[in-house]
DNA sequence: TTGTGTTTTATTGCCTCC
DNA sequence: GGAGGCAATAAAACACAA
């Protein structure tokens, strides 16, 4: 971890805190801004700290007060974590520069960048499963309904038949067999995916090719090893969030693959598989 | 204006890697 | 052991309803 000292900018009315390695910290400089990037005083760089005392950017800031980035430093450090979010010395450096910053704040932008973006990976995760929980609940209840109607049409095809029978010779019966609707397993309970959606080659992995399709806007964070058999979007597909960043994997990355996958390597499993 | 919830900036402590 | 990453957290800044 970084330790040392943060001066305050004046120029940006950034890096107003004075850093001291020891846990203390102070701020210095400027008055607060009304919103951000409205700066109330331009005044040069400083970096020695005896300039911090200086009583015209000492007097009337209190000294525990933050600065927010200004908008075009944000949009410069997002369009950075765009390419790359993570940050190489060199480059923090050149960024720090660039900004007028310290490469200190810089770092902690990125840092606390990160946490947000797998934020909102993780919601986005959550949105996902929360999808294909709610189809697969779906499809759960029409193959009920079916198989309820065909029960029904057994029962009286039964009945009409023992009625002939009656008059009739009797004839071998023919046990029809048909799925007891006990066995199909709610997803609410007890679901055991991989026995009915399994990758293998009989294809039947296809769920319902008229139920909404499972597209990601971005990569899920889900990890692969521990949550094996879990549903997950396409490795590799972008999000506004995550643009550009490399290992901005989702959490669910490499679990399962969707519709645009299959799309794109013409095999026509229907929208997901497990892997 | 004020209370309250959210966002942003920064710190701390722990962990991993080299 | 130092550097850097992350989670948890603090606190200032901000937004907004009452």
Redesign the pocket.
């Given at each position: 971890?970084?330790?040392g000292r943060?001066f305050f900018n004046p120029s940006t009315c950034?890096?107003?805190?004075?850093?001291l390695?020891?846990?203390?910290?102070f701020?210095r400089g400027a008055r607060?801004?009304?919103?951000?990037g409205?700066t109330s005083k331009k005044r040069p760089f400083f970096s020695l700290p005896e300039e911090l005392y200086d009583e015209e950017y000492y007097d009337e800031q209190s000294p525990?007060?933050?600065?927010?980035?200004t908008p075009e430093?944000?949009h410069m450090?997002e369009k950075s974590f765009e390419t790359e979010?993570?940050?190489?010395?060199e480059r923090?450096t050149q960024l720090a520069k660039k900004l007028g910053?310290?490469p200190?704040?810089v770092?902690?932008?990125?840092?606390?960048?990160?946490?947000?973006w797998?934020t909102k990976q993780l919601e986005r995760d959550y949105d996902l499963l929360k999808s294909s929980y709610d189809s697969l609940l779906a499809n759960y209840d029409s193959i009920v309904k079916d198989n309820e109607k065909l029960k029904s049409e057994v029962a009286s095809l039964t009945e009409k038949l023992q009625a002939k029978d009656v008059t009739a010779e009797p004839v071998v019966s023919q046990k029809v067999e048909l799925c007891p609707v006990e066995t199909v397993s709610s997803p609410q309970f007890n679901v055991k995916v991989e026995d009915r959606l399994s990758t293998g080659s009989a294809g039947s992995a296809v769920v319902d090719e008229d139920a909404p399709q499972l597209v990601d806007s971005g990569d899920s964070y889900f990890p692969n090893d521990e949550y094996p058999g879990c549903v997950c979007p396409i490795d590799g597909a972008q999000s506004e969030e995550d643009d550009g960043s490399d290992d901005g994997r989702s959490y669910f990355s490499n679990v399962f693959t969707a519709t645009e996958h299959e799309q794109q390597h013409e095999e026509p499993s229907g929208w997901w598989v497990w892997s």
């Open positions: 971890m970084e330790s943060l950034q890096g107003n805190m004075l850093y390695g020891n846990g203390e910290s701020f607060t801004m009304n919103s951000m409205e525990e007060k933050k600065r927010r980035l430093q944000v450090l979010n993570k940050l190489e010395p923090k910053l310290q200190r704040q770092a902690v932008w990125f840092q606390n960048r990160r946490a947000r797998k």
